[in-house]
């Protein structure tokens, strides 16, 4: 099992400093590459202070030179607002400059509020047709002398500059939930990475029971996999129980967004009151401690066990939470001295 981490800037409020938050960031990332986690992963989002990434490979970059042997994925690109060829020249100069240590994800987006500000009238269906589109085309960029004919894309024979320092360019994941996307992306010999949001282990084994037919109808061939899952190692009792409402909050913040209903000005959400996220039950403490990967050292030792013996061959530590720094820190040091160890 490998581990890595999954973090963004996240600003929840105004009086938040932006330079202080990315000193955030490139301190858990420090943590984590001197911890011996694998990779850092880091999204692709647009105007919204919640998660404030709007070029991945930027700040990936920014982190390379913090850091000496962490991996440096994209977590994800939103494939629809890419054109192919600038996507695979943009993965392979972050290649060039990290020195051969980028990973490259990419999925077709989830927010209405990014789609309706960058490509208005994309629907998700649309969205998940241009990348399937685009992806199979990045190595071929990257190869050269690629020409291709599409329903969104045209363009005469090109050549990706620079070319990456890897052989055959960054490692692709492909964000999968339905079966026809695990077929996609094991088809095409991309990794998957899967993220089961909070609706716990039901979720996480159907996961990967997609993952497994997938691979079954190809042949038996088996990319990497990898959980993406909000996690939180506390120190006690009380610690946990205040970390899941935390993330309560954060849920029904991202539930907020995601609906696309509230205003939204200088880049933040008109904020929720206690009675708005009371109302919402199915993002409940309880329920976070339940369908989460929270608790003890060894109770999360014992939840990623089981994950391990479903075949998922990477967990991805979601970080992004609403916390405070210090209480992030505190949790991932935790993660990373104490449940790391175990899978040694």
């Known amino acids: 099992m490998d581990f890595s981490l999954f973090a963004h800037m996240e600003r929840t409020s105004a009086d938040q400093d932006q330079r202080a938050l990315r000193g955030d960031l ?3 990332a420090k943590m984590a590459d001197e911890g011996g986690m ?3 992963w880091t999204g692709e989002h647009h105007g919204m202070d919640f998660t404030i990434s709007p070029n991945p490979f930027m700040s990936l970059v920014d982190l390379s030179y913090h850091t000496k042997n962490l991996r440096l994925g994209t977590g994800t690109v939103i494939a629809p607002f890419w054109h192919p060829i600038a996507l695979a020249g943009e993965a392979a100069a972050a290649d060039l400059i990290t020195d051969g240590r980028i990973e490259l994800g990419v999925a077709r987006g989830a927010y209405s509020y990014e789609y309706e500000r960058l490509s208005p009238g994309l629907d998700a269906w649309d969205a998940g047709q241009r990348m399937r589109e685009m992806t199979p085309l990045l190595r071929q960029l990257w190869a050269g002398d690629c020409a291709h004919e599409g329903t969104f894309y045209h363009f005469p024979s090109t ?22 996307s695990h077929a996609f992306g094991v088809e095409n010999g991309f990794n998957i990475q899967v993220t089961p949001l909070w609706k716990g282990l039901d979720e996480i084994e159907s996961l990967m029971a997609k993952f497994n037919e997938a691979c079954a109808n190809h042949g038996g061939a088996r990319p990497k996999i990898m959980l993406l899952h909000h996690t939180y190692v506390g120190s006690d009792a009380d610690d946990i129980q205040v970390a899941a409402k935390e993330i309560s ?29 009371a109302a919402n039950t199915m993002m409940s403490p309880q329920n976070m401690l339940r369908d989460l990967t929270m608790g003890t050292a060894q109770e999360v030792i014992d939840q990623i066990r089981q994950y391990e013996d479903l075949g998922y061959d990477e967990f991805a530590f979601w970080i992004d939470s ?3 720094f210090e209480r992030k820190r505190a949790s991932l040091a935790r993660f990373i001295d104490d449940v790391m160890p175990a899978f040694a």
């Open 26 to 28: 490139i301190a858990l």
């Open 38 to 40: 694998r990779a850092i």
């Open 159 to 180: 050549t990706s500059a620079p070319k990456p320092v890897q052989p055959d360019g960054p490692p692709i994941w492909i964000a999968a939930r339905d079966i026809n």
């Open 249 to 277: 909050e954060f849920y029904c913040y991202f539930g907020a967004w995601f609906q696309n209903k509230r205003p939204v000005r200088q880049g933040l959400i008109e904020t929720l009151t206690e009675d708005d996220m």
């Open 322 to 324: 609403g916390m405070s």
